[in-house]
């Protein structure tokens, strides 16, 4: 049996949630197929980059709550100040490397990094579609691998803001970093996901929520479903 030799926060929550999903998935490469709430959120993504970057006059009407804030983003982005889609990846040790490296581990992207040379905060941005109520503890633990993340990147940095921008709702939720709180966060997510590229044993968690909506087990790829 191979293991899962590489980590995202999906990928995470996917295989603690069933392994046996995660093998399919990610050993057998078996892929799912889209559904539309995937691809109306591919779409709603592209639409914040694209409005970031200065190549629409109005603002989309699915980003119109935010309006304001695209706004100072448009026009950071336009000053260097702005990354839009980051593809971040990083070895065993936490250290940068490149998305399909070698030695790539980890990886997380990045819908906008806002960082001024010389401040010594930076925002992380994550765009959400979809539902709110829920997802919030699972979204937190991605924003301290973000924050983790950056401060191996940049560790002259003394705090980190990441910000969910609830597109769907009008909601925002922000998290503030220090480098020892994030330090601790990091060795509790990093034990997370030894574990799992290191498992040799994929035994599935059935429950009738899960299976209910699983891909795998409706195509009776997964013998496990109830």
Not at 93 to 111: H, I, L, M, P, Y
Request: net charge negative.
């Amino acid at each position: 049996m191979s293991n899962i030799t590489q980590w995202s926060y999906s990928r995470l929550k996917m295989y603690e949630a069933c392994p046996k999903k995660a093998e399919y998935a990610f050993i057998q490469r078996i892929k799912e197929p889209g559904n539309k709430a995937m691809d109306r959120g591919k779409d709603i993504h592209k639409m914040c980059e694209e409005y970031i970057r200065g190549r629409y006059d109005e603002i989309p009407k699915q980003l119109g709550d935010f309006e304001e804030a695209f706004d100072l983003l448009k026009d950071l982005h336009l000053k260097g100040h702005v990354l839009c889609e980051g593809d971040w990846a990083f070895d065993k040790e936490w250290q940068s490397t490149g998305w399909f490296d070698e030695d790539t581990w980890g990886r997380a992207k990045v819908d906008a990094f806002v960082h001024i040379e010389g401040d010594k905060n930076a925002r992380v941005i994550d765009f959400k579609t979809g539902r709110y109520e829920g997802n919030q503890e699972g979204h937190r633990e991605q924003c301290e691998l973000y924050a983790s993340i950056v401060f191996e990147r940049l560790p002259e940095l003394e705090t980190i803001t990441t910000e969910l921008w609830y597109l769907d709702h009008g909601k925002l939720d922000r998290y503030e970093y220090d480098k020892p709180t994030v330090d601790g966060k990091r060795e509790r997510l990093n034990d997370r996901a030894v574990d799992m590229t290191t498992a040799t044993e994929f035994p599935a968690k059935p429950s009738q929520f899960k299976c209910k909506w699983c891909y795998y087990g409706k195509q009776n790829i997964c013998p496990n479903r109830i």
